[in-house]
């Protein structure tokens, strides 16, 4: 992705340039790991606002209260208390602007309806459910997952045309998606304090690929190859 | 429980039960005996299929149809999950909303407290979730497994 990298490399010159002009002897009152810190966080705050991504933006503002405690006088607030603060307020904020995520942000998240079974919608929340996948022309499955645990069985399932799409929208949950050995998966999924792992990946004969869309939220999946 | 075999050129083929009253045990032995030879068709691509029960590990509903699973395949029946209690043999089992499943063929239980429990069949990586509600149920069904074990 082209935004990124053109990011985040301005971020890195602007630190390398820094360096040495503290080595030069200015913005010498400010140490330089606390710049380094600042500088991050703040691109850090860039990026999620940008996004739209709670967990980012408080998360960053709590790093940056921990790097000036003293400045802003705020210590009996750091380094836990504002953690904390920061985690409970990104739950609770997921929790109330889940729905504006999906309408708003994500134009790829199908309402489509029941009638084309290419399409399979699967919604869990605070709970636990395993769901096997049977349709003969897959396009498309819309998960959708919330403080909660899903399993998805793709064995079963035949992909119309070269490929399908996976499109995830997770917060504190755990997804296991069984994929077929022959079967490739591309991870295209924005993830924030999240992982994705593959089990059993031996990769031959491919046929079909998977692309795996979306954006989960402390969350993980796990692919298992069958 | 005592097994007496009364063999009689005159006897008349009959099973006779003595209890001194109805627990689960002896209906689930009288199910066991009513039931030993149900039959359901399955289906699967216009195909009918004539399996034995023991194969199924578990039904599942999907949307208008139930689901039957075996170790690697999927069939379809065109009872309800309601019906399909009702007429299976006694070593089958609801054990969700959605769910009911082969007491022959668990491999394990992964018990949770606070949500659905895990189940997994024996050779294969199919897993279904057991609701707390009838955990517990299962966990006595189990117990008295010995029964169903052939």
Not at chain 1, 161 to 188: Q, T
Not at chain 2, 95 to 108: E, G
């Amino acid at each position: 992705m082209k935004g990124k990298n053109i990011f985040w490399g301005l971020f890195f010159v602007l630190a390398g340039a820094l360096v040495l002009v503290n080595q030069l002897g200015l913005f010498t009152e400010i140490g330089l790991f606390s710049l380094f810190f600042t500088i991050f966080l703040v691109a850090i705050l860039i990026k999620s606002t940008v996004h739209i991504s709670f967990t980012g933006i408080l998360f960053s503002i709590a790093g940056l209260c921990i790097v000036y405690a003293e400045t802003l006088h705020i210590e009996n607030i750091t380094p836990w208390p504002v953690l904390i603060a920061a985690l409970f307020g990104s739950i609770g904020l997921h929790c109330i602007f889940n729905n504006h995520h999906k309408h708003h942000h994500d134009k790829e998240f199908d309402h489509e309806s029941i009638d084309s079974d290419g399409i399979v919608n699967v919604d869990v929340s605070f709970g636990a459910s395993a769901k096997y996948i049977n349709t003969k022309n897959l396009e498309k499955v819309n998960i959708s997952c919330n403080f909660g645990a899903v399993k998805i069985y793709l064995d079963n399932a035949s992909i119309k045309n070269d490929n399908a799409v996976i499109y995830f929208n997770m917060s504190f949950a755990g997804a296991e998606l069984y994929i077929p050995k022959n079967w490739r998966v591309e991870n295209n999924i924005d993830t924030s304090l999240a992982g994705i792992d593959e089990k059993n990946l031996n990769a031959k004969d491919i046929e079909k690929t998977i692309i795996l869309t979306g954006k989960i939220n402390l969350s993980g999946i796990e692919i298992i190859y069958i | 429980m005592k097994i007496r075999i009364d063999i009689d050129e005159n006897n008349v083929d009959e099973i006779i039960i003595k209890c001194k009253k109805i627990t689960s045990e002896i209906t689930d032995i009288q199910n066991l005996l009513k039931n030993s030879n149900k039959k359901i068709i399955f289906y699967k691509d216009n195909v009918e299929y004539y399996l034995e029960l023991s194969n199924i590990l578990f039904f599942e509903t999907e949307d208008n149809f139930v689901n039957a699973h075996t170790r690697d395949n999927v069939f379809q029946t065109k009872y309800k999950l309601y019906e399909l209690e009702k007429i299976l043999p006694n070593s089958f089992m609801r054990v969700s909303k959605s769910t009911i499943l082969n007491v022959q063929h668990i491999y394990s239980i992964n018990h949770s407290i606070t949500s659905s429990s895990v189940v997994e069949f024996t050779n294969t990586y199919k897993k279904v979730y057991v609701s707390r509600l009838y955990y517990k149920i299962l966990k006595e069904k189990l117990e008295r497994r010995f029964l169903y074990e052939r």
